[in-house]
């Protein structure tokens, strides 16, 4: 029991009970099944960024851009569906894909090629896609009576009780599971956060994995960006303003290391969770907007702290074992 409370994956999940204990003590509404589906679809977006952006912190890079990348593709497919309401839904998810991965790919080569550092690159990148979106748009807003039917319906299209972006997250949190556990590329990406160093001499390619986990970054953000403008029937100029920030927190919450080369996708989906019921809880039990920021930023900032310590204690713990080798060794 006690080794089963040592992971960070269980104490995160014997949180989210206990929050959601507490929360539908106070609104007993919260565990009502139309409550429950708003957060499993709204929460389905930031599983999915989240997902990819562990990508990058796991080989000790950043993408800031991602919000921007989401709000210039889904202005970019509003307008299309604007100006052609009878396009099919299949052409808009590949040219939001294809959108997506081309400023994806953007900031891969200026990373990987050219070796600028992520949070330069990003941030920099992030500042243009959101200039471009004001560029395209002109500044107007696309609302869901210029956009057409099926553009709008999609996302939130129902199997089995679940909408369609539910699903979409679900298959992308399987295939990043295999990606990372079993595929060579997937553990490739842990030894080059981990040990840098080490993984050059035994020749896993830098350039190659950054350049392919910024693409997959931006094929994400694309799609992501399509499904968030069709999910809430409206593009503006400030889609999804700040959400690269949820999925850093997202990723920290989950127990992946800032410092690279450590994270799982259950604790990342853990903590998509959570952010998820936080945002969603704090306007049902009347907590001031003011206080939903500042509360937060307080859970961001206890699972940095969390973490770093978690780190410390299982650095000593090597350091030990490998100084009790030593003086075995010698004896």
């Not at 409370?5 to 609104?27: D, K, S």
Request: glycine share 10%; with cysteine.
């Amino acid at each position: 029991m006690r080794r089963l409370l040592q992971r960070r994956e269980n104490q995160l999940a014997a949180i989210i009970i206990l929050v959601v204990g507490l929360i539908t003590l106070r609104a007993p509404v919260f565990l009502s099944m139309g409550s429950i589906d708003t957060i499993m679809t709204d929460g389905a977006i930031l599983t999915m960024m989240a997902l990819v952006q562990m990508l990058a912190i796991l080989t000790r890079g950043i993408d800031l851009s991602v919000s921007a990348n989401m709000a210039l593709t889904g202005m970019v497919v509003a307008l299309l569906s604007k100006d052609h309401p009878e396009m099919a839904v299949t052409a808009t998810i590949v040219l939001a894909l294809g959108l997506g991965l081309l400023l994806g790919a953007i900031n891969g080569v200026m990373i990987a090629y050219v070796g600028i550092p992520p949070i330069v690159v990003t941030l920099g990148t992030m500042s243009i896609y959101r200039g471009l979106v004001f560029q395209v748009s002109g500044g107007a807003w696309v609302n869901a009576q210029q956009m057409g039917s099926a553009f709008i319906a999609f996302p939130t299209t129902r199997l089995l009780g679940l909408t369609a972006i539910v699903w979409i997250a679900a298959v992308m949190v399987a295939a990043i599971y295999l990606f990372l556990n079993h595929v060579r590329k997937g553990r490739e990406l842990y030894a080059l956060g981990g040990n840098p160093t080490a993984a050059r001499y035994v020749g896993i390619n830098n350039t190659h994995n950054q350049m392919l986990v910024y693409s997959l970054i931006g094929l994400v953000s694309g799609l992501c960006g399509y499904l968030w403008v069709a999910r809430y029937a409206v593009a503006y100029t400030e889609i999804a303003l700040g959400f690269e920030l949820q999925t850093v927190a997202a990723c920290v919450i989950g127990g992946v290391s800032m410092a690279g080369g450590r994270g799982t996708v259950l604790g990342c989906v853990l903590g998509s969770v959570f952010l998820v019921i936080i945002f969603n809880a704090l306007p049902i039990i009347n907590v001031s907007p003011f206080w939903q920021l500042a509360i937060s930023g307080a859970v961001i900032l206890a699972a940095v702290v969390l973490n770093s310590r978690s780190e410390r204690s299982k650095g000593k713990l090597i350091l030990k074992s490998a100084q009790l080798a030593a003086v075995r060794g010698t004896a």
